[in-house]
């Protein structure tokens, strides 16, 4: 294959000779253009877009162009033979001569000077700007012919000295085809180097992005996702130290909040580290995936500053080791999050809580729960039936077998086949009306949430609005109070929120059967169904039952609308 090679000569007398030379030269498919400095860095940048493989030029301008493209760019030096040239011209001129140029120029000239005693100064410039100060003040001083590259010959002509260019000969270009050359081979085989080893990444790797130290996207290839599933990898700075682990686990959430596995690996090459992300979807089962909601281990929120929910914490804390729980506390009172407490604290925020109804589970086979899944909280097991349940029992070890924890939940303390068996950690967790004292806290994080994620503008509620609410008994337990803050904050457009508010709300409550309000109507089409489906739940006692049978859609769709 012939390199494609692009000559961009500085100055225009080089054309004639690199066409002759050019007729010589067999491997290159060399283009000839004429152009100094910033014109022939133009001439490069098009060069490199049209899938020119190298450059050749010289001096200043091929500095600027190898700053300026991606493709080698080669320099034609100046050989001594280049220098002899214009020396022996310059020999025979009687007056004050000086070379100037930078060091690839002066320090050749010095050595062929020195060994043949010209009568020629050198000056050397590290900057195309000294040049011209330089050259003033050389004609102060009486020189007269100065020799050197494109912009000293332009600019003694300038000021009135006689210039005289530096030319390449034709030595020094086809050293440079020969440099070209050497350099596009080199570069080509690296390509096809790399282009092997996309295409085994493209057979072997799936989902894969791969970060610098500075968390810049140096590559990516992705399978089974159309495009990055998560705009931004937390980039955490450890994962660079050398004393950190080389591998690990972490969880996120796609666009559509699909938990999503990321196995993050250093790597440490010579120039520094990269990070290497491999992406891939946490799978449930097909059949059941509707119901089994998968959540990513952040550590939940649990307002705690009742003695009851305390105790309730401190008996989890003491009893982490085991594997199977039983929670039993009201609808509402907190078992999901209590379940996905002792989730975070078994295992440190790493692996997944998938939650999933106990009829649901009956049609769950152990293989089809990912292995990411290491906690599954099974909801309301006393409403199902008692034959079911105890098959459900037996099919549990095999669960268990795979390390899998077992939350059940339960609504009513009842006499549970197997439940009392040794191992099972029963936990009792309290209504609300045992633990009033949470519920100021209770309120000002549920205002904070609405604020945060609905942008209400309610901040806070008057300590007599409180008191109603401590007086009052609670059987849907949080979520009653969840739903009851959540409309205040859609009727209260001020700040804070009156008791007058309060006991409007506490009194409707109170009528047997209570309207839905046109500020439920408010917010997106999911907020307004959740709100319609939490004020038909209120409306049957907290029944989710009979919630459902009313909304006609089954318990699990209830659930899973309730709880996204
Ligand atoms: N201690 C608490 N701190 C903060 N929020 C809480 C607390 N307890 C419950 N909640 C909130 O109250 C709501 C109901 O809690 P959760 O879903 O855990 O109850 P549950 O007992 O599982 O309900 P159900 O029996 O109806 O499924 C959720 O929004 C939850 O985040």
Partial sequence: MRIKALFIAPYAAMENLIETCRAEEKDLDLQIRVGNLQEGVAIAKQAEAEGVDVIISRGGTAKLIGEAVDIPVVDVHVSGYDMLRVLTLANDFPRKKAIVGFPAITLGAKAIIDLLEIPIDIFTIHDEDETESLLRKLKEEGYQLIMGDVVTFETASRLGLVGILIQSGREAIFDAFQEAKTVSRWMMKNRQEIERLKAVLQVTAGDVMVLAENGQVVYEQWKHFDSRPVPHVGLDH?????????????????????????????????????????????????????????????????????????????????CL????????????????????????????????????????????????????????????????????????????????????TLIFSMVEEQHLWGAYEDGIVRIHVPALAERKEDIRELVTSFLLYFNQTQGTSAIKMTDKGLALLMDYSWPGNVSELRALLQEAVLLEKGYVIEHALVEQLLQRKGEAAGTISGELLNGTLEQIEKAIIEKVLEQEGFNQTKAAKRLNINRSTLWRKLKD
């Fill in 321 to 404: 080791s085991a594997s199977r729980f039983v929670l039993i506390g009201p609808r509402g009172a907190g078992k999901e999050l209590i379940a996905r407490y002792i989730h975070n604290r078994k295992f440190s925020g790493e692996g997944l809580l998938a939650s999933v109804q106990a009829a649901d589970m009956l049609a769950l086979e152990p293989d089809e729960v990912d292995a990411e899944i290491k906690t599954l909280h099974i909801h309301a097991l006393d409403m199902m039936d008692s034959s079911l349940r105890a098959e459900l029992w037996r099919r549990m070890d095999a669960f268990q077998g795979k390390g899998i």
């Fill in 238 to 318: 450890h994962a660079f130290r050398e004393t950190a682990a080389v591998r690990e686990t972490s969880h996120a959430s796609d666009a559509e909040g699909r938990p999503l596995k990321i196995v993050k690996t250093r790597v440490a090459v010579e120039n520094g580290a990269y990070l290497v992300c491999e992406f891939s979807r946490v799978h449930m089962n097909s059949p059941a995936e509707a119901v089994l909601q998968v959540k990513t281990g952040t550590p939940p929120l649990i307002i705690h500053q009742s003695e009851a929910m305390d105790a309730c914490l401190s008996m989890i804390d003491r």
